[in-house]
């Protein structure tokens, strides 16, 4: 493996295209683009790659945008992990997002998943787990590096401690963790230990999402993070609103670190892209970010693998 294996430029900010069904996501998809979004970040299992790519073809054909300058990521599903079966998946992703190549793939969950038409495949309510080590999965990831389906491979979802074994018998070394990060759950260790072996960090539910598979099964209270005290009154204090100073945070957080929010609305969309391409200011100083690194809960909203799936993965 090549240890100083150069990595990708992504934006600072990613559009997310979960939970929005076919039609909508083509909309805010193009919408997104003419804003100026350049990374889309998809996934098989959100069943709505079809909309994506009409979108993407649309905004290539009116030549708002080139193929080459848009960062089109998607993800392998669960019940994809045979080595045999990963082309297949990618395959399918292409098909659907009429693509001829990904910029980047990347393991959406390090669990396999028995094969079939379900993508939560159950008996009496157990999912069927399927006897595929992830180091043979990469095995086949790489190779679609070999046969240019993707240009970059990474992991979602991976602790230190599978990305640090999954190395030991890689050739491509994945270049992205997209862990759930935000103020509730920093993860500092995982952003650390990730930045220092450079591999970037992709934030998802950077604001704190509007979903929540964890917290309340562990009776923790959740109140948003968007309406947090610190928040609000570092908000005050600039005259900008909540969703600004997260944005500003991790736009703060460092280098090889990078965001994938979701917003149907123009005016969110424009305001995020702004902060986080620094095209509007809003500095935080030391002290700031200190006060909101200090309202870290370990608060995890997408403990999926623990609540639906038996394992508890990040434990
Ligand atoms: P998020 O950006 O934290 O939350 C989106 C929610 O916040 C939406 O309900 C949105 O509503 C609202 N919102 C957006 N901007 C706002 C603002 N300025 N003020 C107030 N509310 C605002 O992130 P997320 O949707 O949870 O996740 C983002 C993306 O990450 C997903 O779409 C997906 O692509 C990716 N993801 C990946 C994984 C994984 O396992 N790898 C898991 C989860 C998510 P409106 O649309 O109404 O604005």
């Given at each position: 493996?090549?240890?100083?294996?150069?990595?990708?430029?992504?934006?600072k900010?990613?559009?997310g295209?979960?939970?929005?069904?076919?039609?909508?996501?083509?909309e805010?998809v193009?919408k997104?683009?003419?804003?100026?979004?350049?990374?889309?970040?998809?996934?098989?299992?959100?069943?709505?790659e079809?909309?994506?790519?009409?979108?993407?073809?649309?905004?290539?054909?009116?030549?708002i945008?080139k193929?080459?300058?848009?960062?089109?990521?998607t993800?392998l599903?669960?019940?994809y992990?045979?080595?045999d079966?990963?082309?297949?998946?990618i395959?399918d992703?292409?098909?659907?997002l009429n693509?001829?190549?990904i910029?980047?793939?990347?393991?959406?969950?390090?669990l396999?998943?028995?094969?079939g038409?379900?993508?939560?495949?159950?008996i009496?309510g157990?999912?069927?787990?399927?006897k595929?080590?992830?180091?043979a999965t990469?095995?086949?990831m790489?190779?679609?590096?070999?046969?240019?389906?993707?240009?970059?491979?990474?992991v979602?979802n991976?602790?230190?401690?599978l990305?640090?074994?999954?190395?030991?018998?890689?050739?491509?070394?994945?270049?992205?963790?997209?862990?759930e990060?935000h103020?509730?759950?920093?993860?500092?260790d995982?952003?650390n230990?990730?930045?220092?072996n450079?591999?970037?960090i992709?934030?998802y539910?950077?604001?704190?999402?509007?979903?929540?598979?964890g917290?309340?099964?562990k009776?923790?209270?959740?109140?948003?993070?968007l309406?947090?005290e610190?928040?609000?009154e570092?908000?005050k204090?600039k005259?900008?609103?909540?969703?600004d100073i997260?944005?500003?945070w991790h736009k703060?957080?460092?280098n090889?670190?990078?965001?994938?929010?979701?917003?149907?609305?123009?005016?969110?969309?424009?305001?995020a892209l702004?902060?986080?391409?620094?095209?509007?200011?809003?500095?935080?100083t030391e002290e700031?970010?200190?006060l909101l690194?200090?309202e870290?809960?370990n608060?995890?909203l997408?403990?999926a693998a623990?609540?639906?799936?038996?394992?508890?993965?990040?434990?």
């Open positions: 493996m090549d240890p100083n294996q150069p990595l990708p430029k992504i934006p900010i990613g559009l295209t979960w939970k929005m069904d076919d039609n909508k996501v083509y805010v193009l997104a683009i003419k804003l100026g979004y350049r990374y889309i970040d998809c996934a098989w299992e959100y069943e709505n079809i909309g994506v790519g009409k979108a993407i073809k649309e905004a290539i054909d009116k030549n945008v193929r080459e300058d848009l960062f089109i990521l993800k599903w669960n019940t992990h045979r080595p079966l990963v082309e297949v998946n395959k992703s292409l098909k659907k693509l001829t190549y910029d980047l793939y990347l393991i959406h969950w390090p396999a998943f028995k094969p038409d379900d993508p939560y495949p159950r009496d157990h999912i069927q787990y399927d595929v080590p992830l180091s990469w095995k086949s790489e190779n679609l590096v070999q046969k240019n389906l993707t240009k970059y491979i990474g979602s991976f602790p230190s401690i990305l640090h074994d999954l190395i030991q018998s890689a050739n491509i070394k994945p270049v992205v963790n997209q862990i990060s103020l509730y759950l920093q993860q500092n995982l952003i230990w990730c930045q220092k450079n591999i970037i992709q934030a539910s950077p604001l704190g999402g509007n979903y929540d598979y917290c309340t099964v009776n923790k209270k959740f109140e948003h993070p309406k947090n610190k928040v609000t570092l908000a204090k005259n900008c609103s909540n969703s997260i944005f500003a703060q957080r460092g090889n670190y990078c965001i994938v929010s979701k917003s149907e609305n123009d005016e969110r969309l424009k305001r702004d902060i986080m391409e620094g095209n509007v200011d809003i500095n935080l700031e970010m200190n690194s200090n870290d809960k608060l995890r997408n403990d623990k609540v639906f799936w038996e394992i508890p993965s990040f434990e």
